[in-house]
């Protein structure tokens, strides 16, 4: 049974193709658990400009626990430069990691019954700050953003030791 968080708006996504969260309570990291949770084990995309030890625990965790078959990251080159110590976490974590100029923060969950995106405000760190957040399960939005993260992509470059 999926965690309930629709105390935050969010209803099961088979329910609500499109639905919107603003919280400071939410982190981008239960927004994704609650998703594999309902879709079951997916690959997942994270695009992010900054990531954290946090977001990257939580994440290994799911995929211990199945949820995640593969997985990318792709993260900004700038903020890379602070978060260097994190680089083989990172490349623990994610089957690949990519490294690009990179402001988006963007979820797509895709397994052979779902595509999922989440569009967010929020980085994969903790802020404690109020975020917003959209999730949809819209088949024409995901192929877009997924368009757009297949761009990313090719404009790209592995992370040291981490081109599989």
């Not at 977001?55 to 211990?64: G, S």
């Not at 797509?108 to 957040?133: C, I, M, P, Y």
Request: overall charge neutral; glycine content about 6%; proline content about 2%.
């Amino acid at each position: 049974m999926a965690k309930d968080l629709s105390k935050h708006g969010l209803l099961p996504v088979g329910e609500n193709p499109v639905q919107a969260y603003f919280s400071d309570r939410l982190q981008i990291a239960d927004i994704l658990e609650w998703l594999l949770e309902q879709t079951g084990p997916a690959t997942v995309l994270v695009s992010t400009f900054s990531t954290s030890e946090e977001f990257l625990r939580r994440f290994c965790r799911m995929k211990q626990q199945g949820l995640v078959k593969d997985s990318l990251l792709l993260c900004d080159q700038r903020a890379l430069s602070k978060t260097r110590h994190l680089t083989l976490f990172m490349a623990q974590a994610f089957g690949s990691v990519r490294v690009c100029s990179n402001h988006s923060k963007v979820v797509l969950v895709k397994n052979d019954q779902w595509k999922v995106a989440v569009v967010t405000s929020q980085n994969q760190t903790r802020g404690d700050r109020f975020e917003a957040g959209v999730v949809i399960s819209d088949q024409r939005v995901f192929s877009a953003l997924m368009l757009g993260a297949d761009d990313l992509m090719s404009n790209s470059v592995a992370l040291e030791g981490n081109d599989r």
